[in-house]
């Protein structure tokens, strides 16, 4: 059975610490890894990752692909309060009919 | 940018009865989908559809009906509530063929539903 593993499941930290956040996936005909950020609402889109090893990083948040190993990792620097949320990771896999199956998110806090 | 709307945000139902959760989109998008949210569950599929008159089951599709008749709307429908659907439902659409390889799904905002 296809499947996405998150893990922690949940994290609390203090403001200013970097936190690393997993996902594994054993999904048949892998196409790309997503990551999302839910807020208490809809997910918003982070990253989107097709290739190993090629880093992508949007302000202090990074996240990379490693397709031997089958996992992602999504980086924070220098958390903030902001930053508390739920982390989805989800893996887009198929030929022709393409499907996107979720983790079951990693709950970050962030404390002052 | 409208992107996708979902109507209604919140919506409490008695055992049986049988409502409609709306989504529609304006980014042309041939596929769309819904997913439902439980805590701890992460997110689920419930259908699918990659164009007009074409829709499909994922994960869990027991207790839910979903049409495609345009290519801006994916109504989901329970056809009589049960207590086991309470959750968030999520409607979602994005690219189809190989454009889905390089571009996210975009969320509704959601709708919350309890079923007492």
């Known amino acids: 059975e296809d499947k996405v593993v998150q893990s922690p499941l949940s994290l609390v930290v203090h403001e200013g610490d970097t936190v690393t956040l997993n996902c594994s996936y054993e999904v048949t005909n892998f196409r790309s890894l997503l990551w999302y950020k839910q807020e208490k609402k809809a997910p918003t889109f982070l990253f989107m990752l097709?290739?190993?090893?090629i880093e992508k990083k949007s302000g202090r948040l990074s996240s990379i692909l490693d397709k031997k190993e089958l996992f992602s990792i999504l980086n924070i620097t220098a958390t903030q309060t902001g930053d508390s949320a739920v982390y989805l990771c989800a893996a887009l896999f198929g030929a022709g009919s393409y499907q996107l199956t979720f983790g079951k998110g990693t709950k970050l806090s962030v404390i002052p | 940018n409208a992107g996708v709307t979902q109507t209604p945000k919140f919506q409490v139902l008695k055992t049986g009865q049988s409502m409609t959760l709306q989504c529609a989109q304006d980014?042309?998008?041939?596929?769309m989908s819904w997913y439902r949210q439980d805590p701890g569950m992460g997110l689920r599929l419930i259908h699918y559809s990659v164009g007009a008159g074409i829709t499909d089951q994922g994960e869990v599709p027991n207790g839910y009906n979903v049409s495609r008749s345009t290519t801006e709307d994916f109504p989901l429908r329970l056809l009589s509530a049960a207590p086991s659907q309470t959750s968030v439902y999520f409607c979602?659409?994005?690219?189809?063929?190989?454009?889905?390889?390089?571009?996210?799904?975009?969320f509704g905002q959601g709708t919350r539903l309890t079923v007492v």
């Open positions: 097709t290739s190993s090893g």
């Open positions: 980014m042309n998008h041939e596929y």
């Open positions: 979602a659409s994005r690219e189809w063929g190989q454009r889905i390889l390089n571009t996210e799904a975009f």
